[in-house]
């Protein structure tokens, strides 16, 4: 999950960080609309963002309810020796 958060966080900064496209860019006649997918984008940039950030907290619990599981099996098996 760590390494998708990762590759998520890398497109949105290279493919959506430096895009340039709102209403001031459309044109006259499609000023409202470059305004909506400018607005569109933002809001799926946001929601991506969230999501790499919500995936690396599952990592980092994932991975530490794992070694958790592990120091529990190592005390285990030395109580049995």
Do not use: C, K, P
């Amino acid at each position: 999950m760590d390494a998708a958060a990762d590759i998520v966080n890398g497109a949105l900064q290279a493919r959506l960080g430096g895009l340039q496209f709102d209403a001031s860019v459309a044109g006259r006649a499609h000023a409202e609309a470059g305004g909506s997918v400018r607005t569109a984008v933002d809001r799926l940039a946001a929601d991506m963002a969230q999501w790499a950030s919500v995936a690396r907290e599952t990592a980092a619990a994932l991975s530490a309810g794992a070694d958790r599981y592990a120091d529990a099996e190592s005390h285990a098996v030395a109580a049995l020796r």
